[in-house]
């Protein structure tokens, strides 16, 4: 089997006319033109590789879901409706033309389930790879329900990929029942490398849910291990196959964003740079590598090579503009770490004037850098930080009849400034910094945090000396201390960092609108418990915040971070009945 560069050499990577098409190609030739498409699209030449997939996308599997997979990737990236929806078309046109090219069954044994499958038995090799796209393209197309993080969507995305958990399973049980598979099958590295991709994910995905969703997932014949998981994904990634950049790209999203935004921000970094290393010296242009190239050294603390990266990633190309736009949400947090405000208010104008993703939440994020700002600034800017809030909730998203929890959450920050008198936020764009674990990313930096402690110190004595405390006054002197024990803690000072976490726990009663301050403020009390070595407290007090409080603000995004905690200390968690009183 020739390697991508040499099936490079034989394909002509310039699209054809889809009046020049050749007879039906074999799977190995379909394997090759994919690798091509493939190549075009790391190369930064998005429309082409469309081009060369769309002709076949009828009557070949691997075309059909390799062109319904790059119609995925954009809408996830625009969140636009129109691609949302161009995007589900193109998958249910993938399904139908793998399903033309599974094993042909009789209608009673169609019928015998509603959550159907096809038996694996004697499958001829395009068989075999018919099995694995149909439930790639399955996955994806449940992909679409999880662009928001409430349990019920995972739930329901749940139950809408059964049916590929399945068939995953069941290919897995062909490579381990096929020994002798390497011999018998030429494609056997693209088949097992699929195998690891669609396994690995699962894995990785089901050890993510919290253990209420994970009983759920178990009684309806799911498993979820995150080490399985990881192996099988380094082992896909490390194959060679059509499908490595997926496992790879897998990998990355794990270790760059679901630990840090769902997560404890445990991510494996040196991995990460080592997956991406054969890329970006393969494609040192390429948009992908770049941006992730970025996003290493941002989580690493080296912002100012971050910054000159995401740069490098939007000159690279201008056919996404999406693109275009997740740099600028990571130059914004760049240049925010650096309390460099000027700098991150370019980035949040520009997120807010071109991206759709969440209108939302960029005017928020705007407005709440421009607080951060000296006011006669914001006025040379021609802006007003009263009227951008109000139109905060106006821009609300609904997906799938659901709210996306960090724009309600924005939302309700926002109600402030929507009386006759409105109600200044204290610190808004460091409470926002909280919402995206900012402060573990910043506190890879001494002299920065110490940076945003003085900030924080400023703010809270401008509190105390208020003539006229708002009704929001212990709120905010709360957000205050939740802000500052975070970095207090960053830098090793944890006497004085629980002092600030128990102030906020103690003022409980007296909280009247940011009723997400408690729980949180527990969880992170809970990681400094750990960090002294006292693990039982530690898991009593996370267990505490995840049992007691309920209907707070991102309740589901703490209890992602909390199920992340007690897997990071072991069997012992299991071991603690769950605490029924405050701490």
Sequence with gaps: METKDESLQQVNLDPPGENALSPKMDLESTLKECSSALELFLNNRFADSLALLKPRKSESMYHAMGYSSILVMQAGMTFDPKDMDAAMRSLGEALQTCQKCRKKTGIMETLTSLFYRQPVENLTEEEMH????????????????????????????????????????????????????????????????GVNMGIGSFNLMLSLLPTRVIRMMEFLGFSGDREVGLSQL???????????????????????????????????????????????????????????????????????????????????????????????????WAYSFEQNWSEAYRYADLLSKESKWSQAVYVSQKAAILSMLPEEEVTKLGENVVDLYRQVDGLRLRIAGKSIPTEKFAAKKAQRYSSSNPVKLVVPALEMMYVWNGFNVVGKRPKLTESLLTTLENAEEQLREDPNPSEYHLDDQCVIQLLKGLCQRNLGRLVQAELCFNYVISSEKDIKHDNYLVPFTMFELGLLHKEKGDI????????????????????????????????????????????????
């Design 130 to 193: 018919a099995e694995l796209c149909y439930a790639e393209v399955l996955l994806q197309k449940a992909s679409l329900t999880f662009l928001d993080e409430s349990i019920i969507s995972f739930i329901k995305g749940g139950m809408r990929i059964r049916n590929s958990y399945q068939i995953y399973k069941d290919c897995q049980a062909l490579v381990n029942a096929k020994e002798d598979m390497e011999k018998q099958m030429r494609s056997h590295k693209h088949f097992t490398g």
């Design 234 to 332: 380094r082992d896909g990634a490390a194959s060679g196959s059509l499908r490595s950049i997926l496992s790879t790209l897998t990998l990355l999203m794990f270790h760059l964003y679901i630990t840090v935004i769902l997560g404890i921000g445990d991510g494996n970094l040196d991995e990460a740079e080592a997956l991406l290393e054969p890329y970006a010296e393969k494609f040192p242009n390429g948009a992908l590598m770049l941006f992730y190239t970025a996003r290493i050294a941002l989580l690493k603390g080296n912002f100012t090579y971050a910054q000159e990266k995401f740069l490098a990633c939007i000159a690279a190309q201008e056919e996404w503009r999406q693109i275009h736009h997740l740099c600028y949400w990571e130059l914004m």
């Design 536 to 583: 039982e407290t530690a898991i009593t007090v996370m267990e505490n915040a995840k049992t007691n409080y309920k209907d707070y603000s991102m309740e589901s995004r703490l209890h992602f971070r909390i199920h992340a905690a007690l897997n990071t200390m072991g069997s012992f968690s299991a071991k603690l009945p769950p605490s029924r009183t405050p701490a």
